[in-house]
């Protein structure tokens, strides 16, 4: 059993963003005490202890920091998580009203307590249990400081806050999506709202954006996939990879409309892997042909196309009259994918540097 006092004093105090002279004159003590607790040659005594405790918000147990400690909230936490999995929400009310009652202060105590009652508020849209989610969850955010789950973060526990208001107060939850909307990652739960309220032409705000916003990420994700499958060097992979460089050229078609625009880059990009792939399995046709499809759309283009998504989605219904998209292929499709190729492509893992030389040479020659 290990005691982590002075360590804890230490990392407290600077969360709190105090000096040690400073929390020695809020506590009414000397430098040279708060000195000693800190390097371990001295201890507070019981009163102090409390006092400590309660001034950073933590209990006893916790700025002790012993290990048995730890590991015990660690099991009752692990213990409720599972019972919630299992929908034995009882069983982990009563576990979880003990476990806030000897560990009041305690982060993953207070989060775990509230997933309880988030996940029955969402499943039967009860109203109670949604508040006391609320409440958990907003307790929580004060102890976030120790939070040592890479999966939970303060957005997290914000939109946990705004799905149990859509319960409540709907009104409520749209101020609270919209405050933590970043980069338009609520989009799609803020279209429903409104469209729920029966406001459709904000719906189409939303939902437009929701769409560029996804259809971006698809786009990204599934050339990563691409040249991941690639990468492996496996034939049954290169033939996936061939048939999902397929669907999105077909996918990023049906999306935009039938003229030369911002999505016309992806697709010439989409036709320069493919004649990568071509290459891979000595298909110098395919790969010529491919290069040279890609090639005359990225200069059709640089010459008529521009990187507005208003004008170029098929589907689009938002307020902004010009909507311009960034990436990394940049402002110019003929340069910005000679870039990409000779900067980004081969970095990436399994990709045949003799053939990408070959694919490189081809493109500047096309």
């Known amino acids: 059993m290990k005691l982590k006092l002075h360590e804890n004093i230490k990392k407290f105090r600077k969360e709190k963003n105090l000096t040690q002279e400073k929390l020695a004159e809020m506590l009414g003590v000397t430098v040279g005490a708060v000195s000693k607790w800190e390097n371990g040659n001295n201890t507070p005594d019981i009163m102090m202890l409390t006092t400590l405790a309660g001034f950073f918000d933590v209990s006893v147990d916790v700025l002790l920091g012993y290990d048995m400690v730890s590991k015990k909230v660690e099991d009752i936490v692990a213990n409720i998580d599972s019972l919630v999995s299992k929908h034995k929400f009882e069983e982990a009310e009563v576990i979880s009203r003990d476990a806030i009652n000897r560990y009041p202060h305690d982060f993953s105590v207070i989060f775990s307590s509230a997933m309880i009652y988030h996940v029955k508020a969402l499943e039967n849209q009860d109203k109670n249990d949604a508040r006391m989610a609320i409440d958990l969850f907003t307790k929580s955010l004060e102890y976030l400081s120790q939070n040592k789950n890479p999966d939970i973060n303060d957005y997290v526990i914000r939109s946990n806050i705004a799905y149990n208001y859509l319960i409540i107060?709907?009104?409520?939850?749209?101020?609270?999506?919209?405050?933590?909307?970043?980069?338009?990652?609520?989009?799609?739960?803020?279209?429903?709202?409104?469209?729920?309220?029966?406001?459709?032409?904000?719906?189409?705000?939303?939902?437009?954006?929701?769409?560029?916003?996804?259809?971006?990420?698809?786009?990204?994700?599934?050339?990563?996939?691409?040249?991941?499958?690639?990468?492996?060097?496996?034939?049954?992979?290169?033939?996936?990879?061939?048939?999902?460089?397929?669907?999105?050229?077909?996918?990023?078609?049906?999306?935009?409309?039938?003229?030369?625009?911002?999505?016309?880059?992806?697709?010439?990009?989409?036709?320069?892997?493919?004649?990568?792939?071509?290459?891979?399995?000595?298909?110098?046709?395919?790969?010529?042909?491919?290069?040279?499809?890609?090639?005359?759309?990225?200069?059709?283009?640089?010459?008529?196309?521009?990187?507005?998504?208003?004008?170029?989605?098929?589907?689009?219904?938002?307020?902004?009259?010009?909507?311009y998209t960034i990436d990394s292929i940049g402002e110019k499709a003929v340069s910005g994918i000679s870039t990409v190729l000779s900067k980004q492509i081969v970095k990436m893992a399994g990709v045949d540097k003799k053939t990408h030389n070959k694919i490189i040479d081809c493109w500047e020659k096309a």
């Open 169 to 323: 107060d709907e009104k409520a939850a749209l101020e609270r999506l919209k405050e933590i909307n970043f980069g338009g990652i609520n989009d799609t739960v803020l279209a429903l709202i409104y469209l729920q309220n029966e406001e459709p032409d904000q719906a189409l705000n939303y939902s437009t954006s929701g769409i560029i916003n996804h259809l971006g990420e698809l786009i990204d994700s599934s050339m990563y996939m691409i040249m991941a499958l690639a990468g492996t060097g496996k034939k049954k992979n290169l033939e996936e990879s061939i048939c999902l460089t397929d669907t999105m050229i077909d996918v990023i078609k049906k999306f935009s409309k039938d003229e030369i625009g911002c999505f016309s880059k992806y697709v010439a990009f989409y036709y320069v892997i493919k004649a990568y792939f071509c290459a891979c399995i000595k298909d110098e046709y395919g790969m010529t042909k491919f290069i040279s499809k890609g090639k005359k759309l990225a200069m059709e283009f640089d010459k008529n196309g521009s990187n507005d998504v208003a004008r170029h989605l098929k589907f689009y219904h938002a307020d902004k009259e010009h909507f």
